[in-house]
């Protein structure tokens, strides 16, 4: 049978809502054979189902039982087969979802079920079927109201299944009880390499209970823990274990108010984190102090490529003392201090290292009272950044002097791919000088310039460069005061920019 993405047709002549892609179409999402939407199968896709062996997607769409219909028995006389089962819709009986589930067996490999509010009741309904499904790689639980009490039948069943590899919990109030029922069980689980837990109100005990028997997990590369309020305490009782942790590339511990001592703490033993490769700690409002014990050991972590520590209270005074040891941190990619009042002394921090960060792709520093002296000290080093895809300055104080300085070096920024400058009062200078170097920035996919009152001379000298723009995908001028004139010289070369998808010119009377 062809590879197609429209619908089949049905041996009556009618429309049948299964979708059915060649594993090449899939990219990176699924290694799977065929995709199948839907639980009208027609006969010629079931026939082709049952004489190939390979990974099927079904993604359930409506509420009908499919261990009912005759898609589940063709799929189980496949040899060898693993399913990736996947409900996009909230109602419906339970027990029609749960019978699906069994019905499957060893052959389930993929379980998403997240945002379905099953609550303690599904749960312990969950945890019999998943006895029967115990070749489950993937179990996606995240947003069902399960809490301490529907978490416990789950994790009785979680250790048996051996080939358990990605668990998310994310967002289920299991608090530290429930915390604690799942510790108990992780060290059974030898094969689990993703753990999930944000937003779960676990608190400083349940980080202790999760602290205790992380080390046991040899596998374990992501965790995250984000949103639990673990603060000081929490954080210094994982910080004592993440050591051990060899494997641990992700760590996501933000919006925990672990404040300077806390980040003291794991500044202790990163260096023990020789994989460690992505650090998130924002919203934690570690100041200046914490960022001082993070600089002492962040030139160590050689695998670092990802740190976010947006929204920290640092100032100018912890971007210095970041700043001294950035340029040691050779894999970093992409970092994110937006939020953090750095101001222009802060940027002419930043300003002095980022030039050995050859590797940075991604640079936020949105929300930072930068002016335009500080904009200034940062264009002179962005040119050496030859890897700069992604730069955002939204929301910080550049000005038309500001935006004219930063215009005098993204004509060498061959790589920058998304730039945003919205909410930066440039006016119609500032776009002006914007407008004689865009066309240079030949891979300019995303421009935000919204809220910058560069009205309608502004929008003019903009559109004179638009189509040069051969890349533009989205575009953002709203709320900019362009006016009537302003909106037809920029429709007048609307029309050649070919790649464009996004426009928003809204609040712009």
């Not at 954080?235 to 942790?245: D, H, I, K, N, Q």
């Not at 005074?317 to 894999?331: I, K, N, P, T, Y």
Request: hydrophobic residues 40%; contains cysteine; neutral net charge.
């Amino acid at each position: 049978m062809p590879h197609s993405t429209a619908p089949h047709a049905t041996e009556r002549g009618g429309r049948c809502d299964v979708l059915c892609l060649p594993s090449a179409l899939l990219g990176r999402i699924w290694p799977a054979e065929r995709v199948v939407a839907g639980l009208r199968v027609c006969h010629q896709l079931r026939r082709e189902l049952c004489d190939h062996a390979g990974r099927v997607l079904v993604v359930k769409k409506t509420e009908a039982n499919i261990s009912e219909n005759r898609l589940v028995a063709d799929l189980r006389r496949i040899s060898n087969l693993e399913v990736v089962l996947k409900w996009q819709s909230r109602g419906g009986s339970e027990m029609a979802k749960f019978n699906c589930v069994a019905s499957l067996g060893t052959a389930l490999v993929h379980l998403d079920m997240g945002g379905h509010a099953i609550g303690t009741g599904g749960a312990g309904s969950l945890a019999g079927v998943l006895g029967v499904c115990k070749q489950v790689a993937y179990l996606d639980l995240r947003g069902n109201q399960l809490g301490p009490t529907g978490i416990g039948p789950l994790v009785e069943v979680f250790g048996e299944c051996t080939a358990l590899v990605h668990l998310d919990l994310s967002v289920n109030k299991l608090g530290a009880e429930g915390a604690g029922r799942l510790a108990g069980v992780l060290g059974k689980c030898k094969t689990l390499a993703v753990l999930c837990l944000s937003i779960n109100q676990i608190g400083p005990e349940g980080a202790g209970s999760l602290g205790g028997m992380l080390e046991k997990c040899s596998a374990l590369r992501h965790l995250d823990l984000s949103g639990n309020q673990i603060g000081t305490k929490g954080t210094g009782r994982l910080a004592g274990v993440l050591g051990e942790c060899e494997v641990l590339a992700h760590l996501d511990l933000s919006s925990n108010q672990i404040g300077a001592e806390g980040a003291g703490r794991l500044a202790g033993v990163l260096t023990k984190c020789r994989a460690l490769a992505h650090l998130d700690l924002g919203f934690n409002r570690i100041g200046p102090e914490g960022a001082g014990r993070l600089a002492g050991v962040l030139g160590e972590c050689k695998a670092l490529a990802r740190l976010n520590l947006r929204d920290n209270d640092m100032f100018a005074e912890g971007a210095g003392r970041l700043a001294g040891v950035l340029g040691d941190c050779g894999s970093l990619a992409h970092l994110n201090l937006s939020g953090n009042d750095i101001g222009d002394e802060g940027a002419r921090n930043l300003a002095q290292t980022l030039r050995a960060c050859s590797a940075l792709a991604l640079l936020n520093l949105s929300f930072n009272r930068i002016g335009d002296i500080g904009a200034a000290r940062l264009a002179v080093v962005f040119r050496q950044c030859k890897a700069l895809a992604h730069l955002a300055l939204s929301r910080n104080q550049i000005g038309a002097e500001g935006a004219k300085r930063l215009a005098r070096v993204l004509g060498g920024c061959q790589a920058l791919v998304h730039l945003d400058l919205h909410f930066n009062g440039i006016g119609p200078e500032g776009a002006a000088s914007l407008g004689r170097v865009l066309g240079d920035c030949r891979a300019l996919t995303h421009l935000d310039l919204c809220l910058n009152g560069v009205g309608p001379e502004g929008a003019g000298q903009l559109a004179g460069v638009l189509a040069q723009c051969s890349q533009l995908a989205h575009l953002d001028l709203s709320s900019n005061e362009v006016g009537a004139e302003g909106a037809r010289r920029l429709a007048g070369v609307l029309g050649q920019c070919e790649a464009l998808t996004y426009l928003n010119l809204s609040s712009n009377e």
